[in-house]
């Protein structure tokens, strides 16, 4: 007699063939270069050249300080950091940390500062505390941003019109007019120029635009702002590269303790803020390109934190700029193609030679040019985007105050006040409650919108006590927190309003907690979530009322926890269609829960049910819907495996035991009327009752067991005969012949919650049981599958790979006091 291979021996065998015994040993991993990491590091090269000298034109640093960042970014954080696409480098959001170091405490001071930054981030990776640095509000860090853009650009418009830029955001303001009336024509059209390259190459139009597209336009717009400087004879600044020799290293640092310490704590904080949000915005790039990706995984910011921290520690003792992750060079880096680390290294290899052989190229470049591009930058930090983003978030005032305090005092302060402000605005909108009181159709309905805490508990009484004696009242309360306080008054006027003769009902977000619940008769208390209603557990009153009122908060329930949830699944099936894999045939009972016990969702499964999980036989009857769901199932939607599902203690099939024939006839013996549509509908099984009649027939059995009774060995026979059934239907034979379908049997236990599967070879079989894989305890219930998807057919587009624990959210449990 076959059996039902268990669920764990498939698996085993799976896992012997992936990994072979005698399996001959790895050759050691060699250094492999992609030719799209090849070319993604040219390009990204050609973008940091011109960006890393005009951010320390920008800084006040020797020029040779950009390249050495550049260089030591893409080497040393390209190699250990944990975002293998993000491209590191010196980066305009620490132009004005780095400026305002520089002007305190000189180049060498600032060096020394680098590298204590990067101890500090060292340290911050050790403790892994990196996830902690994205629960800073994303308005803080965008106004820290845009006010480092709008430092950045004003402060290079002066070097765009032939002058020098001043210390602060405010002086530089200041000195605008004058410098206006003294600028310099020939940096001004050079740095136009720049800007018009700049803005122009990406938008060129037709083949060939897309074809010069393809290199970068920071690069095209300061080579041509040279070109014709040269060409011209324009006498204007240019880059000074002096010899490798003169390069100042790092010293001692020289000054205030305190002033030291808040200048590493403010580099450390920007580039690992900077760096952490980029290596996450590099992850949504990767998700989301449609050319091949990488072979590294997602980012490790513990890591990622890590290697910049080594990074900057390399570049400030070398003398380079601080280090942080590049938003420009790394989406750079990834929609050229980049597949692995080894573009960012190669980017940095590249640096290393630009600077040691063309050092007479790069000192053609003007000043006036490099600040166009930096300026630009500047202006494309204070992003439209990121404000839209804000004002419908409605934190303004955040991004506001973050943008103007960086602007006018600093980065330190200006992160600290945009800080001030979120946590402001996070405690008024918690203590923000709006309470509303209307009259409709008798009914008294009070709206609570907000936070419930005690300080809205003033209001919520005199509210409340608006309500007359005896009045039905609807509570709705929108908030997602009510505290003791609020709980309390709430619970006192509740039980005092029903004393009265009234009624009271609660709707939204809190509808699924009762706050007045009536303890039950053993004293026990019950904490129910308000996706329970399904389990049929009474918490409450069982007065007729109530139960007639059930299906409308379950209805409510489900538009609240549940349809969030699901409506985008839901709105891709609306516009695609529906494209099951299987056909579930099972009874009409309301014990058996199709989702529940194959973890499927909307779109998974096609169901029939009916009473006693029947299939007629083709032309016996009048009753075509089973066969029309067939063919439908089978010939349109193109499932892939049919089943068909019993369970225990099947109503139906105690009809058959207990009436046999006479119950199914067409007419009663005793007064010749004719059988009502039940009995009518169960003379299809009567197959079910002759097999298992036949003594010549083994029978199906659980394995491990015999049938516990009658009703239990009927339907197991009768699974085997619906499929038998199911093979004489047109539709289901021809794709059984072709090979595209497959037909299985299920037994569901109610009592004992197990499901057991049918192999079947000659018709009869043993139903297995399946194993269920153990996971620890969890707060809320789980279904745990082992290779069950796998028996059934193809897996449905919600399933896990085996042993993985599913939990499946439309259905969930009920905390009771010990839970």
Known sequence: MPACVPAHTAKSARTERSHPPHSPPRRPRRLRLAGADLSASVA?????????????????????????AAAVGGLVAGRLGGSPLQVSGPAAGLTVVTADLIQRYG?????AVTVLAGLAQLALGCLRVARGAL?????????????????????????????????SVLDNLRALPAQLTGLDPAALAVSALTLAVLLTWPRLPGRAGRLLGRVPAALVAVAAGTAVAS????????????????????????????????????????????????????????????????????????????GQGAANVVSGALGGLPVAGVAVRSTANVRAGAVSRNSTMLHGVLVVIAALLMVPVLECVPLASLAALVMAVGIQMVSPHHIRTVTRHQEVPVYAATALGVAALGVLQGVALGIAVAVAVALRRLTRTRITHEERKGVHHVHVRGQLTFLAVPRLSRTLHLVPPGAAVVVRLDGSFMDHAAYEALQDWQRTHTAQGGSVELTGRRAGVRIAEPAAPDGARCRCRPWTPWRNHQCGSTAPGDRGHRLAHGIRAFQHSTAPRVREELARLAREGQRPSQLFLTCADSRLVTSMITASGPGDLFVVRNVGNLVPPPGQGDDDSVAAAVEYAVDVLGVRSITVCGHSGCGAMQALLASGPDFTSGTDAGSGHTRTPLGRWLRHGLPSLERMADDGRPGPRPAGRPPADAVERLCLTNVVQQLEHLRAHDSVARALREGTLELHGMYFHVGEAEAYLLTE??????????????????????????????????????????????????MSGCQDERG
């Open 231 to 306: 060409l011209t004879g324009l006498v204007l600044p240019r880059v000074d590269l002096p010899s490798w020799r003169s390069h100042a290293l790092a010293g001692l640092p020289q000054g205030p303790v305190l002033g030291l310490v808040a200048a590493v704590l403010g580099t450390t904080l920007v580039c690992s803020v900077q760096s952490l949000l980029g290596a996450v915005a590099v992850d949504k790039l990767v998700a989301g390109r449609a050319g091949p990706a990488t072979r590294a995984g997602r980012s490790d910011l513990d890591r990622e934190l890590l």
């Open 135 to 167: 629960a800073v509000s994303p308005a803080v860090v965008h106004g820290m941003l845009a006010g480092i853009g709008v430092t950045i650009a004003v402060a290079q418009v002066h070097i765009v019109l032939g002058g020098s830029p001043q210390s």
């Open 761 to 810: 070879a000659d018709g009869e079989g043993t139903f297995t049981r399946v194993e269920a894989t153990e996971t620890p305890q969890a707060t809320a219930p789980s279904l745990t599958l082992s290779d069950t998807s796998d028996t059934l057919g193809e897996k449905n587009s919600r399933s896990e790979p085996p042993g993985i624990v599913v939990r499946d959210p439309w």
């Open 107 to 111: 180049w060498r001071t600032t060096c």
């Open 44 to 68: 990204v090269f050609l973008i940091a050249l011109p960006l890393s000298l005009g951010i320390a034109l920008a800084t006040g640093a020797p020029l040779r300080a950009g390249l050495v």
